[in-house]
C-alpha cells in the first residue's frame, strides 16, 4: 500500500473525507459507491464499486460471441475501465481506464457508429488511440435508467464500414447487459 501522508478524522457520525487529490487520481465522484473491506491486518480498504463487474464473465463471453459473430474486436466497459474484450490482446486492452471521450459518450447516453473512410470523428478509448482504428461503434450500457458503461465495436482494417448492422447488434449487447444488471 502506499501511503500518501495525509490524514483525517473520522467525524462524531463515522464519516472520513477522502480527499480532493486522491478523488481526482482514482476517478471517483460524488455518488459513487465505494466497496469497504477489512484485513487480517485490521487495515480497511476502499474500493470502488463496479456493479458491471461483478459480471465479469459474462461480459467476457457476450464480447466472444460478439466478435465471433461479426469478426470486429470488441470491448465491455464500466464507467472506468475496460472489463471485458475479445478479438484483440487482453493484455493491452483489459484493465485500462477509459478515455473522457467515452465518459462523455456515456454521460450524454449518445449512439455512435464512425468510419474514418466516410470523414466521421473518431473517438478516443484509453487516450490518443483514435488513430489506431478505422471504424467503431459505441452504445452506453442503462441499467434502471443509469449509465453503467458501454459496449464498443472497433476495427482496424481500412475496407470496414461499421453501420446500422454493427449499431443495432451493439445495441442490442448493450440493452442485455443493463437487464442482466437489474435483475
Known amino acids: ?19 480532493k487529490e486522491i478523488r481526482r487520481t482514482l476517478r471517483i465522484r460524488e455518488g459513487d459507491p465505494l466497496e469497504i473491506f477489512t484485513d487480517r491486518d485490521g487495515e480497511v ?17 457476450y464480447a466472444e460471441s460478439l466478435f465471433q459473430s461479426l469478426g470486429h474486436v470488441t470491448i465491455i466497459c464500466d464507467k472506468d475501465a475496460v472489463i471485458a474484450v475479445a478479438g484483440a490482446s487482453k493484455k493491452e486492452h483489459l484493465d485500462r481506464p477509459i ?16 468510419n474514418k473512410s466516410q470523414g466521421s470523428k ?8 483514435a488513430n489506431d482504428y478505422t471504424s467503431q461503434v459505441i452504445v452506453p450500457i442503462l441499467a434502471e435508467g443509469d449509465v453503467i458503461g458501454a459496449v464498443m465495436m472497433i476495427s482496424k482494417d481500412p475496407l470496414t464500414v ?7 447488434v451493439v445495441e442490442t449487447a448493450a440493452s442485455f447487459v443493463g437487464k442482466q444488471m437489474e435483475q
Open 1 to 19: 500500500m502506499k501511503a500518501t501522508g495525509i490524514v483525517r478524522r473520522i467525524d462524531e457520525l463515522g464519516r472520513v473525507v477522502i480527499p
Open 45 to 61: 480498504i476502499l474500493k470502488k464499486y463496479s456493479p458491471i463487474g461483478e459480471l465479469g464473465d459474462f461480459a467476457q463471453e
Open 99 to 114: 478515455s473522457s471521450d467515452i465518459e462523455e459518450i456515456m454521460d450524454t447516453r449518445k449512439k455512435i457508429a464512425a
Open 122 to 129: 473518431l473517438f478516443n478509448i484509453y487516450g490518443q488511440d
Open 162 to 168: 461499421m453501420g446500422e448492422t454493427e449499431l443495432k
